[in-house]
């Protein structure tokens, strides 16, 4: 299986094929992704939560966000990966961002990097693709902003919303972003700027006409306990929580039963040698 490159999502883009991406955070969650064929593994900020335990994106560090991604990186080898910048690491000057972007190359082993933010973003991604880093922008909700949002809210719901987000769109792409995820838009808005672009939409909850879908990966596997809340968009494909919970339930049960470890889980002596030993 070749190598999944920027000309090979160009092409795909280009041809209507629509790019999936999943988001991996260490080496197996990465491993699974690349089995099953993803054609970008995202290490996501959103890692902080699934895979941190922390309450929002904010927290986490570059020096974090790296040991992941050198993680998933490992474990990549067809996919085109891409690094998530966190909260600060990139808004103070687009040569921050620049320095950023470099240290999840060189020490994150990232194809990509990918940053939140509309226009005012534009010359912090013209600064990074200039310097040869591929950036995957993000635009319409930006977990990172959220205090600034007023929460998790749809963005673009209204003529004037929608316009700004259009024009955001066009602004990430004249910077030069090989790409945009779009998060949280309605299906109509996405798929009339899908439309507009030179370059690929990857969609979180704006419907099924952008060029390609993301989703964090332990929330469509199931990997989180019963009760906790999932945006609209996410679809549960499958239960691992509940898989990896009753094996180690079970695991519990044979050990205070006693029927774990038999026979075929031991090592063989033979009898003269334990006869010898234990006298
Ligand atoms: O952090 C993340 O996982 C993301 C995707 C949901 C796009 O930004
Ligand atoms: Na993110």
Known sequence: RKKVTLNT???????????????????????????????????????????????DTSEVLVEEMLLHCRSVARAS???FTVGDMPMGSYE????????TAIRFIKEGRMSAVKLEGGAEMAPTIRAITTAGIPVLAHIGLTPQRQNALGGFRVQGKSK???????RDALAVQEAGAFAMVVEAVPQEVASFITGLLKVPTIGI??????????????DM?????????????????????????????????????????????TYPMAREEVEAFVG
């Open 205 to 218: 909850g704006a419907g099924s006409g952008t060029s390609g879908q993301v989703l964090v990966q332990a």
């Open 160 to 166: 004037e919303s929608a316009k700004r987000l259009l």
């Open 92 to 99: 103070i000057s687009p040569q921050q961002a620049l320095s």
């Open 9 to 55: 999502l160009q092409s795909m883009y280009k041809r209507g094929e629509k790019i999936t991406m999943i988001t991996a955070h260490d080496f197996p969650s990465a491993h699974v992704a690349e089995h099953a064929g993803m054609d970008m593994i995202l290490v996501g900020d959103s890692l902080a939560m699934v895979a941190l335990g922390m309450e």
């Open 77 to 79: 080898s067809r996919a």
């Open 221 to 265: 596997t199931g990997n989180f306990p019963p009760g906790r809340f999932l945006p609209k968009f996410v679809k549960k494909y499958g239960d691992v929580w509940g898989e990896a919970l009753r094996a180690i339930e079970s695991y519990r049960d044979e050990v205070k039963g006693k029927s774990y470890p038999a026979e075929e889980h």
